[in-house]
């Protein structure tokens, strides 16, 4: 039962967004950092389109340039190639489906891990799998993560989930957190990196639940069967985190923990209105932390985009 003092605090993710979006600002400028981004869209998704509006005009409010360029999908392999070599261009992002299945995971590849803002290539996807957070041995270059997961991470940092007084990479010891959605673009990227934060995470698809905790020392997370249902699993959750691209689908309120943080990350609601009954937070949309997402990545991919270059300018001058 919940209490009839319990209150509701609704997230305006802005207040997630905005301190890294000032970051972001004063480094373009202090720096003198020109920077652009091509998005390819290859769908008659409205949507798709919609996000790209967004997209442009964050990047705009930020100081970097952004190009929508549409393109069809059967020419969208050769498009991306021919990216990948352009100086000009900083940063690669996609938007999905095009063709679906694995040929979008093809897709994914084709964009090189030096411009992939997005970070679904292997490089970067098997990095974060196997909880590999540099790219070289130097620890200089993180990996790119992608941006909705990585968006959500800030979320629950910001609400103070993580546990600073633990050390890094266990800092979610203890948490329970469900997450309904096993997408290879947000729910199993956002799985993985709770586990390997020390969450307990149930991973719930539409054919079963899966368990993701931490492995052994500081290595990949394990994942694990169950027989848990949704039902039993709600109740013990400190964090449900919803994506189901469905307005019928409903986390049902009377199965959620008294305080649970409640956080939305689909274009359709899947919690009832009753949630505030229940919730310590609810957060209904993530989409602008996403995008500041997105332009943090792009400004560190920039960054050794730059470093390379300065690095590759002195070798040539030394050997002459």
């Known amino acids: 039962m919940s209490s009839s003092n319990h209150t ?72 991306i190639i021919t990216a990948n070599d352009d100086p000009e261009i900083h940063g690669i992002m996609i938007y999905y489906p095009v063709f679906g299945g694995g040929h979008d995971q093809y897709i994914q590849n084709c964009v090189s891990p030096y411009k992939d803002v997005e970070g679904l290539c292997h490089l970067y996807r098997f990095n974060m799998y196997h909880n590999i957070r540099f790219v070289d041995h130097g620890h200089t270059l993180k990996s790119i993560v992608p941006c909705t997961p990585l968006g959500i991470l800030k979320i629950l940092e910001y609400l103070r989930i993580y546990d600073q007084d633990i050390p890094y990479g266990n800092q979610l010891f203890g948490k329970i957190i469900t997450i309904v959605n096993r997408s290879e673009v947000v729910g199993r990227p956002l799985a993985a990196l709770l586990a390997n934060d020390g969450a307990k995470v149930f991973s719930v698809d539409i ?9 052994q020392g500081f290595h990949k997370h394990v994942v694990s069967d169950t027989n848990m249902k949704l039902e039993e699993i709600l109740p013990i959750s400190d964090v449900v985190i919803t994506g189901v691209p469905s307005s019928s689908y409903k986390i049902k309120t009377e199965f959620l923990k008294t305080g649970v943080i409640a956080i939305n990350f689909s274009s359709d609601k899947n919690f009832e209105d009753s949630v505030m009954t229940r919730a310590s937070v609810l957060v209904n949309t993530v989409g602008r932390v996403t995008v500041t997402m997105l332009e943090r990545n792009l400004l560190r991919l920039r960054k050794s985009q730059l470093i390379r270059a300065a690095k590759a300018k002195q070798l040539l001058s030394t050997s002459n």
């Open 207 to 215: 054919h079963d639940v899966l368990i993701f905790a931490r492995g």
């Open 8 to 79: 509701c605090r609704i997230l305006n993710v802005s207040d997630v967004a905005n301190p890294f979006k000032t970051d972001l600002i004063k480094t373009i400028t202090d720096q003198s950092i020109v920077v652009k981004l091509v998005g390819f869209l290859a769908n008659n998704d409205p949507s798709a389109e919609s996000y790209a509006l967004w997209t442009g005009k964050s990047c705009d409010a930020t100081g970097i340039s952004f190009e929508l360029r549409k393109v069809k999908r059967e020419e969208l392999e050769d498009t």
